[in-house]
């Protein structure tokens, strides 16, 4: 079965820091470019961060910028979404999406695989 798997979330402390990772089981991402998008209740979807295939060429969203930071290990098949200074606004359930191009646009017509998402929550 190709899927997508998001994991990490929870609830943490405005400040707190949490990890996502997104692991695909059934194929392989080194040929895919990953996009972290996220939806809050009631809000349209929001383009968070992406990375190319290569890794080459990665971009944030200006609301993340400086906070979080997304990797790849194609050996374990995953990328992170490791995400710091974390802020009750960034509470939503997010997803990643296994795309043929690098993008923000979580809308974007080449997302081919993505998975039910991880809840974070932020609040005190």
């Known amino acids: 079965q190709l899927q997508l798997v998001e994991s990490g979330g929870g609830l943490v402390q405005p400040g707190g820091s949490l990890r996502l990772s997104c692991a695909a089981s059934g194929f392989t991402l080194d040929y895919y470019a990953i996009i972290w998008f996220r939806q809050a209740p009631g809000k349209e979807r929001e383009g968070v961060s992406t990375?190319?295939?290569?890794?080459?060429?990665?971009d944030y969203a200006d609301s993340v910028k400086g906070r979080f930071t997304i990797s790849r290990d194609n050996a374990k098949n995953t990328v992170y979404l490791q995400m710091n200074s974390l802020k009750p606004e960034d509470t939503a359930v997010y997803y990643c999406?296994?795309?043929?191009?690098?993008?923000?646009?979580?809308?974007?017509?080449?997302?081919?695989?993505w998975g039910t998402g991880t809840l974070v929550t932020v609040s005190s």
């Open positions: 999406s296994a795309s043929s191009a690098a993008t923000l646009n979580p809308y974007y017509y080449g997302m081919e695989y």
């Open positions: 990375i190319s295939s290569s890794g080459g060429y990665i």
